[in-house]
């Protein structure tokens, strides 16, 4: 296995280790804001951190799609 398959390869599994553990990947929503909202602002880490962890203990849930 080369080098950029195995960086590949360890990106993908920390992204899945996070996903399990409920740890929201702040570059991923980024690029979904830029894809399907590039109306809205973009957060900081620290407030998209805490509006996923608001979301995830408010009822109803916090998805926006």
């Not at 553990?21 to 407030?47: F, K, Q």
């Not at 996923?52 to 916090?62: D, S, T």
């Amino acid at each position: 296995m080369n080098r950029k398959t195995l960086a590949a390869t360890w990106k993908r599994c920390v992204t899945i280790a996070r996903r399990v553990a409920g740890i929201p990947d702040y570059d991923a929503w980024i690029a979904h804001l830029r894809r399907h909202h590039p109306e809205r602002p973009l957060p900081s880490r620290e407030a998209f951190f805490l509006e996923r962890l608001g979301a995830r203990y408010r009822a109803g849930g916090g998805r926006c799609c």
